[in-house]
């Protein structure tokens, strides 16, 4: 069974850095792409970023583009998304998601998610 457990999340100014980390079970890196969906109230899930463990393969939302940066500690099956220069649109649930056959690209369709870890930033 995949299971996702995310930590990391809080409430932060704009401009400061946090870092959220998933720890994996359930499956192995070599045959997975894993990544970060968030969602806003009100708004439609987003697909954050994403990597591909077995080829270091990376997807980023074009409005975290520079300022995150996603990574793995394969030994430790662990994902790591680094988000600097935070945004009060940062401002979301994000969710560790997992997938063994969609491509980074369509991180929003994986079907196996973590129950999320809140991100507040304010102005």
């Known amino acids: 069974e995949v299971q996702l457990v995310e930590s990391g999340g809080g409430l932060v100014q704009a401009g400061v850095s946090l870092r959220l980390a998933c720890v994996a079970s359930g499956f192995s890196f070599d045959n997975y792409a894993v990544g970060w969906v968030r969602q806003a109230p009100g708004k439609e899930p987003e697909g954050v970023s994403c990597?591909?463990?077995?080829?270091?393969?990376?997807y980023y939302l074009d409005s975290v583009k520079g300022r995150f940066t996603i990574s793995t500690n394969n030994a430790e099956n662990t994902v790591y998304l680094q988000m600097d220069s935070l945004k009060p649109e940062d401002t979301a649930a994000y969710f560790c998601a997992a997938d063994e056959d969609l491509v980074c690209a369509r991180v929003r369709d994986f079907n196996s998610w973590g129950q999320g870890t809140q991100v507040t930033v304010s102005s």
């Open positions: 990597i591909t463990p077995s080829d270091g393969d990376t």
